[in-house]
C-alpha cells in the first residue's frame, strides 16, 4: 500500500499550541472519543484473520446512538467477500444546491505477527506518549476521527448547510483483493457523490522528537495528488534437472539478474506544479544543504550536484520520480532440484501522469532478456487524477493552522504512495493536514506502529473545526 511520506525538515520554528502543553485530563468529549477510538484499533481489520464488516458495524452503533436513522446509514458488502463489508453514513445538510462533501477512510489494517511486536498489535497501550497498535495511525486515527465529528454533530443536531457523507471502507491494504471504495465508485456511486473528498495521509511532520518530549511541529501537509500503484509479476522457467548436475540455465540465476538491473536503474526526474511548490517551500524553510540543493534542482532539474544531495533523502527522492522495488521472490520446489520457476513481484510507484504500461515497457527495457516474463498483476487498476490546488479547501486548512499550529507552514504535496482516492476519479480528493507524525514515518506497516496522543487529539479538534468551515 502507501509509502509514508516523511521528509525530514531542519527548520527551527515555532512549535504548535501542542508543544506548549502540559499534560491536561481529557475533557468528556475527548474521553469518549478515545473509547470509540479503542474499540475500533482493538477490532482486528487484519485480511487473514478480521472483519471489516464488524468494525463497520461498530462504528455505525456509534452514530445511531447519537441519532443517525437507519435511512442514513447503509452497509454494503458481498456474498464472496462477507467480513469485507463497509459502512456509508449521510448526515444531511439545509441546502439544496450545494454538493455533498465527503470523507474517506479505510479501516481495514495490514498484517501484524504478535511474535515481532514489543506489544499486543491488536491492543491499545497508551505509553511515552504515544498510543501504540497496528492502525493506531493508519488509518484508524482518521476512521476515529470521521465518526466521532458525525457522532457530536449528530448529539448537537448540527445540520451544516453541506451534506456530509462518511464512506468506511476495507481492502486499501490489501492490493488484487475486495476493494470497498472501488466498489461503491462502481456500484453505488450515488452514495459517494460528492463535490470533494478529504483523506488521510495529509498531515504534519515534527523535527524528529516527539512533541511531549520538548520537540517540534515543523510542517502540515496538504496532500494534493499522489503516485499510481501497480504490482508486476516477473516470471522465469526453465527445465530444472538434478541439483547435482547444474547447468547455466538456472532460473533462479535468470530471476536475481534481472532484479539486480531493476535494482540499479533510476527513472528520470520529474517535476509537476504541486512538487515544485513543494521544493521551493520547504527547501526555503529547512535553511540546510539540502534545503539550498532543493531550491536548486526546482531551479534547474539538469542540475546533478544538487539532484545528488537532494536523493540522499529516500523520500525526496522518491517525490522526483516513479520507483520499482522487489517486495516478494518465490522460486524452486524442491532442496535437491534445479528449479523448474522463478517468480517475482515488483511494485512500481508511478509518478502523477505515468501509466502501467509505460512503466511495464520501461522495466522490459531494463531487463533485456526475453526469457524473463513479465505482467500487470491487476490490469486496467486506475490512475489517481490530480486535484486541483483549489483555494476553497487550501484557504480553510490554512486559515486554521493559526490557531492550532501558530507559525507552523502548511505546504502543498503529493503523496508517494498510493490511496483508496485512486478509485474517486471524478470527485477531487486532499489527504488533510491536522494529525502528525515523526520522520521515521511511526513504524506505519512495520513494527510498533504508533502516532503522539497529542497529534491525535490536537488533529481531532483541528479537522473538527475544518470541516465545519467547509460543510458551511
Keep these: 500500500m502507501k509509502a509514508i511520506l516523511a521528509a525530514l525538515f531542519g527548520a527551527s520554528l515555532m512549535a504548535s499550541p501542542a508543544s506548549a502543553q502540559t499534560a491536561q485530563p481529557l475533557r468528556t468529549d475527548q474521553a469518549e472519543f478515545r473509547a470509540l477510538y479503542q474499540e475500533l484499533v482493538e477490532t482486528n481489520t487484519t485480511l487473514s484473520a478480521g472483519s471489516c464488516t464488524l468494525a463497520a458495524e461498530r462504528m455505525a452503533a456509534h452514530l445511531k446512538s447519537a441519532g443517525f436513522t437507519d435511512s442514513q446509514l447503509t452497509f454494503f458488502s458481498t456474498p464472496e467477500h462477507p467480513k469485507d463489508g463497509g459502512l456509508v453514513a449521510v448526515w444531511p445538510g439545509t441546502s439544496k444546491t450545494l454538493k455533498p462533501m465527503l470523507l474517506l477512510a479505510h479501516v ?7 511474535e515481532d511486536w514489543t506489544r499486543d498489535p491488536f491492543t491499545l497501550v497508551e505509553e511515552n506518549g504515544y498510543f501504540y497498535a497496528r492502525g493506531a495511525y493508519d488509518d484508524k486515527a482518521q476512521a476515529a476521527i470521521w465518526t466521532d465529528i458525525l457522532v457530536r454533530f449528530a448529539r448537537e443536531r ?10 468506511l471502507t476495507c481492502g486499501e491494504e490489501t492490493s488484487g483483493a475486495f476493494n470497498g471504495a472501488e466498489w461503491l465508485a462502481k456500484n453505488r456511486p450515488d452514495l459517494i457523490d ?3 473528498a478529504l483523506n488521510e495521509v495529509g498531515g504534519g511532520r515534527t523535527n524528529g522528537t516527539a512533541i511531549a518530549a520538548g520537540g517540534k511541529l515543523v510542517s502540515q501537509s496538504l496532500q494534493v495528488g499522489e503516485k499510481a500503484y501497480q504490482d508486476f509479476t516477473l516470471t522465469v522457467t526453465s527445465p530444472g534437472g538434478h541439483s547435482s548436475t547444474p547447468v547455466p540455465d538456472n532460473a533462479i540465476y535468470t530471476l536475481a539478474a534481472a532484479l539486480g538491473r531493476i535494482g540499479a536503474h533510476e527513472f528520470p526526474l520529474q517535476f509537476n506544479q504541486v512538487t515544485r511548490a513543494y521544493f521551493r517551500k520547504v527547501g526555503a524553510m529547512r535553511g540546510d544543504d539540502t534545503g539550498r540543493a532543493m531550491i536548486a534542482l526546482e531551479a534547474n532539474p539538469a542540475d546533478s550536484a544538487a539532484e545528488t544531495l537532494v536523493n540522499r533523502d529516500k523520500t525526496l527522492h522518491s517525490l522526483l520520480r516513479t520507483t520499482c522495488v522487489a517486495t516478494l521472490v518465490n522460486a524452486g520446489h524442491a ?8 517468480t517475482a513481484n515488483v511494485n512500481c510507484r508511478m509518478f502523477p501522469g505515468r501509466t502501467a504500461e509505460e512503466t511495464q515497457a520501461a522495466l522490459t527495457q531494463v531487463i533485456a532478456d526475453p526469457r524473463v516474463g513479465i505482467e500487470q498483476r491487476k490490469k486496467d487498476k486506475p490512475i489517481a487524477v490530480p486535484p486541483p490546488l483549489d483555494p476553497k479547501i487550501a484557504g480553510p486548512a490554512e486559515a486554521l493552522m493559526a490557531k492550532y499550529f501558530p507559525g507552523v507552514p502548511m505546504v502543498p504535496s503529493i503523496l508517494t504512495g498510493a490511496t483508496d482516492a485512486v478509485y474517486l476519479k471524478d470527485i477531487p480528493t486532499y489527504g488533510v493536514p491536522g494529525l502528525w507524525v515523526d520522520p521515521d514515518g511511526n513504524g506505519t506497516h512495520g513494527l510498533n506502529e504508533r502516532i503522539e496522543v497529542r497529534a491525535l487529539y490536537t488533529g481531532r479538534d483541528y479537522l473538527t473545526d475544518l470541516v465545519r468551515a467547509l460543510s458551511k
Excluded: G, S, W, Y
Design 158 to 167: 448540527f445540520h451544516p448547510r453541506r451534506t456530509i457523507k462518511l464512506a
Design 108 to 114: 481495514d489494517v495490514v498484517e501484524a505477527n504478535r
Design 335 to 342: 532442496l535437491n532440484a534445479l528449479p523448474q520457476r522463478a
Design 194 to 196: 460528492a463535490e470533494f
